[in-house]
């Protein structure tokens, strides 16, 4: 079985150790921090040696802070390790570019940390997608906000905004033409606690994206303890309408269309909500699922989850772009 090392115990650092276990694995662990080797899971093995624990494991995991991701990561792939790196790869798309580029040199399987590519009910969406279930989609919007702690080294773009910026591409099928951002610091800390992003697709099709920790939120958050958070998905096609509630762990699907009506109205004709099916999945059980691919994708070669450049340099360019937009007050064109 492929060796692991962990790089990172905090929170979610924690949630790995969780997935591990329920794939009947384990990883060697490197905490630097006293408290956070506390924390952890009894029996958890740790290590000192980031030189010596490389040498002795066949794949590594991180999930540290972002501002650490660039060296460690760098540190993997010169040793020719796999790498599963926690979102967002870097902090911003040319580190990712770099990094990519490091893996490709070096023969390294990397797969991105992003949960909800991993989630039932946003893969059930894709997947409706895909097969044109929505018909020509026209909007997509995504919640991932709430009452929680403002980390200290992140701020809503790459701490939340991170996975929509991901997620919502994937979903439309094409990369966005144009970005434009409205960044706030209500806390004044120096960081962006509230973001709001809009995209425009090719297509036409729109999007917009809200992340912070600074607004009410709905549903306890099931990783950060004391937090209130709402993680919502939205789209909206000419053949159906979907919202997913990612904290209820609901998913509605209605199939239709608006129709012409006397005096110049449209009216709404749609049938029933309907459920996908889609199954419900704990947070550890997300991660366990991105696991278990990565390891499949070590033993076989084969990437199953975005990698660098899919799940690096692309949604961390639209975040790239968010900057820009929010600096100068005005549309970014975005070019794949």
């Known amino acids: 079985m492929t060796r692991l090392l962990l790089l990172g115990c ?3 650092g924690r949630v790995h150790l969780a997935a591990l276990s329920r794939l009947g694995r384990e990883a060697l662990v490197l905490e630097p921090d006293a408290a956070m080797r506390a924390a952890a899971p009894a029996g958890t093995r ?25 060296a460690l990561a760098q540190a993997v792939l010169r040793g020719g390790r796999d790498l599963f790196l926690e979102k967002p790869a870097t902090e911003t798309a040319a580190e990712s ?28 969406i894709h997947r409706l997608a895909q097969d044109g279930g929505f018909g020509r989609i026209h909007h997509l919007s995504a919640r ?11 701020g809503a773009l790459l701490n939340d905004a991170v996975h929509f910026a991901d997620l919502l591409p994937w979903i439309a099928g094409e990369a966005p033409s144009h970005v434009f951002a409205t960044l706030s610091d209500p806390l004044r800390r120096g960081r962006e606690d509230l973001a709001l992003i809009q995209l425009r697709f090719p297509s036409g099709a729109t999007a917009l994206i809200e992340a912070g920790c600074v607004l009410p939120g709905e549903h306890a958050d099931a990783v950060v303890p004391g937090a209130e958070t709402r993680k919502l998905l939205a789209v909206a096609g000419s053949a159906a309408l979907a919202e997913v509630d990612f904290m209820a762990e609901t998913l509605r699907l209605r199939r239709g269309a608006h129709h012409p009506a006397g ?6 004709d749609h049938a029933p909500a309907e459920d996908l099916g889609a199954v419900a999945l704990d947070p550890v059980g997300v991660v366990a699922a991105q696991l278990a691919a990565f390891l499949q994708a070590v033993a076989t070669r084969v990437k199953r989850g975005p990698d660098l450049y899919e799940g690096g340099v692309l949604p961390l360019r639209i975040l790239d772009a968010a900057r820009r937009s929010a600096h100068e007050m005005r549309v970014q064109e975005f070019s794949d």
């Open 10 to 12: 905090g929170a979610f």
């Open 46 to 70: 740790f290590v000192a040696d980031l030189d010596a624990a490389l040498r002795d494991c066949e794949a590594v995991l991180i999930a540290t802070p972002p501002a650490t991701h660039v």
């Open 97 to 124: 570019a770099m990094l990519h580029e490091l893996a490709e040199a070096r023969g390294c399987i990397v797969q991105l940390g992003l949960f909800f590519r991993f989630h039932p009910k946003a893969q059930a």
């Open 144 to 154: 991932m906000s709430g009452l929680k702690r403002a980390r200290g080294d992140s």
């Open 263 to 268: 005096g110049g109205a449209w009216l709404p």
